[in-house]
């Protein structure tokens, strides 16, 4: 019987002769060569391929560069700069690198290999790609409205630095933030600069507040007793929120073309300053003692679980993983990328940069500890902490501090917008990659989407910029990020390994990038798909110590969540993504399938007949045979013959 392929509804080009001619060539010829013969064919009959270019059905990266930019944007965040530091040299300083290095093996690639390789083959986000086993279509959603919940508070921290940014040039030659004599002061302020400071009488040394710190707490936040002391809004926190907002905006509004352009600046920027102020805090005097703080081993502590817990839970914050960003950025990519060799290097890459960026935070801090005559120690902290009242005391000290200052919440803010921007970007491709609606709505007005996101997060991350912002912000990055994050990516293993199957997306993988030598492959199953087995039981056992040592969370030493909060709104962030697992699979199953529930789960358990190459040629390439939908179904869903 002669197959017939249909284009556009109007003409039926006769394919057998072609199956015949090309029934003895391989599979894997190049992506060009398939193209050309096919488009020869359809000269001949007078019909035209619809679409030859990724570019031209949703665009794609202008350049590899930015794709890697992108990647690199994305994973390196506030949190390889914040974050590993303070868990590295809690967690047995260079000792730390051990387990943390097997977790970005054993758990980090294998996931980061996973969603690369799905985005670019399906050319679709983290919601289209799970026509791969439709059952599981709810962790796309999952993942969707993680990223936005994360881009909501991400951007607050970003304002914060916007405006550390401009109060460096409100107090030259000095800083807002030096000394005990504003109004904002407490009695309890001491600032050993001042040649009449004087330790408070009234007070215990655990009372006392650097000048910094009251800064940041009374003044920029006035931050309330209490997260059910919501108070007033921080006005001069919500113009910066609105300016970091359009930023964000204008890097989205042309799609991929404008995000490929900003990640240049966003990803490659982050580095000039982290060399320049890594040589400017090794000449201070002290840098030593802080770096010497910094990769002192204490290998006893690797027999402590919360070590490997913490290494684990860092990776996935660390590689931005199971946040569905990679797999929209890899869908930008030209289909023949080697999405290995990405998927090798830039996490080696990122969690490099966090190696570096500690080496540059704590030669700063030991310069603070050796001001100060305090230990190292008494100074390092994490998270909020380090960035906004740690680091910027440090640079107060400098010669020049409001250029010290300047570069480094520039710094800040390009390091939030490169993860920001592909987080938007996420929640904005995935619902264009699934509702066909918004496609037919937008046509030529691809601005207003992203426009209409944007504002609803501005309006959502209202809540953070109040006295009592700084409780919710702490209790969204634990619970809505860091759980959701790693129960999303154990369940996106499991079902790529076992249900979708490690052998299908290794054929996907080599459809992609052609023949290779067999120490490629050797590479990839020593690097990815054995790895895909182990980090599963890895990632068991984070989740397994974390609900034993459960304790509800805490502000500093001093604040204890209220039960409503923690545990109460927190695992409600948490189940805001997770639960979509669960509640899609019900309705897929109830509403979307027929026959037995046996038969039901059988079949939501295997691919859809979209599922493959979201181009003709790169169909073709793949041994796929296709049609085109009738016109009013999506372009993008192509089924099997």
Not at 425 to 437: A, K, N
Request: with cysteine; hydrophobic share 45%; aromatic share 16%.
């Amino acid at each position: 019987m002669t197959k017939t392929i249909e284009f556009n509804n109007f003409e039926t080009v006769d394919v057998k002769k072609l199956d015949d001619d090309n029934k003895q060539e391989n599979n894997t010829e190049n992506e060009k060569t398939a193209a050309i013969e096919l488009n020869d064919l359809l000269d001949k009959t007078g019909c035209k391929l619809p679409v030859q270019d990724e570019g031209e059905v949703r665009g794609s990266w202008g350049r590899k560069a930015e794709f890697v930019c992108s990647c690199l944007g994305y994973a390196v965040g506030l949190g390889n700069l914040w974050r590993f530091p303070y868990l590295c040299y809690t967690n047995g300083g260079g000792a730390f690198l051990i387990p943390y290095f097997i977790m970005l093996i054993f758990v980090g690639m294998p996931v980061f290999f996973i969603e690369l390789s799905l985005g670019q083959f399906a050319s679709q986000g983290c919601i289209g790609v799970w026509k791969c086993c439709p059952l599981f279509k709810g962790l796309g959603y999952g993942m969707v409205v993680l990223s936005g919940m994360v881009a909501i508070y991400y951007n607050v921290i970003m304002c914060w630095s916007a405006f550390y940014f401009f109060a460096s040039f409100s107090a030259l030659p000095s800083l807002p933030w030096v000394g005990c004599n504003h109004y904002w002061n407490t009695p309890n302020c001491f600032d050993n600069r001042d040649v009449n400071a004087t330790l408070p009488v009234n007070g215990s040394h655990s009372n006392i507040s650097s000048a910094s710190e009251e800064y940041y707490r009374r003044y920029v936040l006035n931050q309330s007793d209490d997260i059910g002391n919501t108070g007033s809004v921080r006005w001069h926190l919500a113009l910066c929120l609105v300016l970091t907002w359009t930023i964000a905006y204008f890097s989205l509004v042309r799609g991929v073309k404008s995000v490929g352009k900003v990640v240049y600046f966003t990803a490659l920027f982050p580095y000039v300053v982290l060399m320049i102020l890594f040589i400017r805090g090794i000449t201070l005097p002290g840098s030593s003692d802080g770096i010497k703080f910094y990769m002192q081993a204490d290998f006893s502590l690797l027999s402590n679980p919360r070590v490997w817990k913490d290494a684990a839970a860092q990776i996935f914050f660390s590689l931005s993983a199971a946040n569905g960003g990679l797999h929209v950025v890899s869908s930008y990519n030209k289909f023949s990328n080697n999405v290995y060799l990405d998927a090798a290097i830039i996490p080696l890459l990122n969690c490099g940069t966090s190696v570096f960026a500690g080496f540059a935070i704590f030669s700063i801090l030991g310069f603070m500890a050796h001001e100060t005559g305090k230990e190292v120690s008494e100074v390092a902290t994490s998270g909020a902490g380090l960035a906004f009242i740690a680091y910027p005391e440090a640079l107060s000290r400098l010669p020049a501090s409001p250029m010290w200052s300047v570069l480094f919440f520039i710094m800040l803010m390009t390091l939030g917008l490169g993860s920001l921007v592909v987080m938007v970007e996420t929640v904005v491709t995935s619902l264009r990659d699934d509702l066909q609606i918004l496609r037919k709505l937008e046509k030529n007005r691809k601005w207003v989407l992203p426009l209409c996101i944007c504002f609803l997060f501005f309006c959502l991350g209202f809540p953070h910029i109040t006295e009592a912002g700084l409780y919710w912000l702490l209790l969204q990055d634990s619970y809505a990020a860091g759980l959701s994050m790693v129960i999303l990516g154990l369940v996106e293993l499991l079902v790529i390994t076992y249900v979708y199957g490690f052998r299908n997306l290794l054929d996907d993988v080599r459809i992609m990038v052609g023949e290779r030598s067999k120490y490629f492959w050797y590479c990839v199953y020593a690097t990815a798909v054995v790895p895909m087995f182990i980090a599963p039981v890895l990632i068991l056992f984070v989740l397994i110590f974390y609900c034993v040592d459960y304790k509800p969370m805490m502000v500093g030493d001093y604040y204890h969540y209220p039960a409503w909060a923690d545990p109460g709104v927190a695992w409600l962030m948490t189940f805001a993504s997770v639960g979509l697992i669960f509640v899609y699979a019900a309705y897929h199953l109830w509403c979307k399938e027929t026959g037995t529930f046996m038969e039901r789960l059988r079949n939501s358990l295997k691919p859809t007949k979209a599922w493959g190459p979201l181009l003709e040629a790169n169909r073709k390439i793949a041994g796929h045979r296709y049609v085109k939908l009738k016109e009013n179904d999506s372009s993008r869903d192509i089924f099997y013959l």
